[in-house]
């Protein structure tokens, strides 16, 4: 599967944006999928993740209650709607997808994912 991210932009705090990874392949319903985040000089950090079939969401403790994440089975398309964006959140985001089902434990890891976008720039002015 291919993974292809966009969305990201320059955004004042407060302000929202919504990321989208488009996904080729199976259906986007096959696959668990995942949101991560890197800023300069830090380690990728687990923003958000839906896992296939049950379809649970999981988020991070630093964007529980301002993120969303989604998919669109139609549009074979996942999406991370920000709100109330922080500059603590300027970070490259990386959308992350493994096929089938993961245990709640590796949800958060980047190493369970098997397939992984290019990223997109999201920057938060103060």
């Known amino acids: 599967v291919q993974l292809q991210a966009s969305g990201g932009g320059l955004v004042q705090a407060g302000g929202s944006l919504r990321l989208s990874c488009a996904t080729s392949g199976r259906t986007v319903t096959s696959y668990t999928v995942a949101w991560f985040r890197q800023a300069p000089g830090k380690e990728r950090e687990f923003v958000a993740g839906?896992?296939?079939?049950?379809?649970?969401?999981h988020y991070a403790d630093s964007v529980k209650g301002r993120f969303t994440i989604s998919r669109d089975s139609a549009k074979n398309t996942v999406y991370l709607q920000m709100n109330s964006l922080e500059p603590e959140d300027t970070a490259v985001y990386y959308c992350?997808?493994?096929?089938?089902?993961?245990?709640?434990?590796?949800?958060?890891?980047?190493?369970?994912?098997?397939?992984w976008g290019q990223g997109t720039l999201v920057t938060v002015s103060s």
């Open positions: 839906r896992r296939s079939h049950a379809g649970d969401t």
């Open positions: 992350a997808a493994k096929l089938g089902s993961v245990i709640l434990s590796a949800l958060r890891t980047t190493m369970m994912y098997d397939y």
